[in-house]
Nanobody, 124 residues
């Protein structure tokens, strides 16, 4: 069964770090791109970062550059979003998603496979 499962959220103080995980099953990460989305309270879901099937990384937010990075553990078939120097505006529910394409897109309407979401709260 094809699915993605996200985890790793929590409550963290500004300036702290979190590592989110997206575990894939039913396919391997070198087959399809995986995108991380964030949905902040009262806002639409927006793309944060993506890794292509060829391990190329795309960061969609200017504010994430220099703070967020992606890595992949092929043995665990898991993609990680490392978030450092977190800010209150990073707060939201983070979802990983896949839509059976090798390249990145940040249009949430095209995605079929979604994790259940993991809550990130950045607050003092």
């Amino acid at each position: 069964q094809v699915m993605v499962t996200d985890s790793g959220g929590g409550l963290v103080q500004p300036g702290g770090s979190l590592r989110l995980a997206c575990a894939a099953s039913g396919f391997t990460l070198d087959t399809y791109a995986i995108v991380w989305f964030r949905q902040a309270p009262g806002k639409e879901r927006e793309g944060v970062a993506c890794m292509t099937a060829n391990s190329e990384i795309v960061l969609y937010e200017e504010s994430g550059k220099g703070r967020f990075t992606l890595s992949r553990d092929n043995a665990k078939n898991t993609l990680y979003l490392q978030m450092n120097s977190l800010k209150p505006e990073d707060t939201g529910v983070y979802y990983c998603a896949m839509d059976r394409r090798r390249w990145c897109t940040n249009d949430p309407s095209v995605f079929v496979y979604w994790g259940r979401g993991t809550q990130v709260i950045v607050s003092s």
